[in-house]
């Protein structure tokens, strides 16, 4: 399996702030990576796929950049609705795996 | 397109776990359509998918536990998980897969995502 790393696993940011989140494959899995919001309670929203193709309705803010093994995501201006938990996953092959998630919360 | 996971929220040890998703607002057809869990306090682990027509893929470290099954006529999916132990207890996702084409290159997405259920295997 790939397993996917993220770091930091959580982290403190004020409204405004740039926040970049790292996401690291075991191997080369091209550009084949997702990234999802999650809010407490919530499914798991899609932000990104194929590393730097944003989602339909997704605010510009969010951009993801990466291929091979090492990935970023990176929210630019951060808002109030945008603290969560956020995490990769990777869609190269099966069995499909996810980080372990990055938590953003409020300083 | 909507989801909507059903089934009991809890389990004893052994027995077997069952959930339906039903998809409202589109058919069922043309697509994969999966099942993923997240213990709670943990990261998320895909189960295994299953297209419209029938043909599965299975996370292998589930495999031997794990039937996901569809059913075209109700438009719905369902998810059997046998000899569940405390470890299974999470909340359980139904998500569609979407295969996205650029180019040449074909990436595969969770778009669409049920609320998730609970279901607690009591230890």
């Known amino acids: 399996d790939i397993q996917m790393t993220q770091s930091p696993s959580s982290l403190s940011a004020s409204v405004g702030d740039r926040v970049t989140i790292t996401c690291r494959a075991s191997?080369?899995?091209?550009?084949?990576l997702n990234w999802y919001q999650q809010k407490p309670g919530k499914a798991p929203k899609l932000l990104i796929y194929a590393a730097s193709s944003l989602q339909s309705g997704v605010p510009s803010r969010f951009t993801g950049s990466g291929s091979g093994t090492d990935f970023t995501l990176t929210i630019n201006s951060l808002q109030p609705e945008d603290f969560a938990t956020y995490c990769c996953?990777?869609?190269?092959?099966?069995?499909?795996?996810f980080g372990q998630g990055t938590k953003v919360e409020i300083k | 397109v909507q989801l909507q996971e059903s089934g009991p929220g809890l389990v004893k040890p052994s027995e077997t776990l069952s959930l339906k998703c039903t998809v409202s607002g589109g058919s069922i057809s043309s697509y994969y359509w999966s099942w993923i869990r997240q213990p709670p306090g943990k990261g998320l682990e895909w189960i295994g998918d299953?297209?419209?027509?029938?043909?599965?893929n299975y996370n292998p470290s589930l495999k031997s536990r794990v039937t996901i099954s569809v059913d075209t006529s109700k438009n719905q999916f369902s998810l059997k998980l046998t000899s569940v132990t405390a470890a299974d207890t999470a909340v359980y996702y139904c998500a569609r897969k979407t295969t996205v084409v650029i180019g040449v290159y074909s990436y595969g997405t969770f778009d669409i995502w049920g609320q998730g259920t609970m279901v607690t295997v009591p230890s």
């Open positions: 996953q990777q869609s190269y092959n099966t069995p499909r795996t």
């Open positions: 191997q080369s899995i091209s550009n084949s």
């Open positions: 299953i297209y419209y027509s029938g043909s599965t």
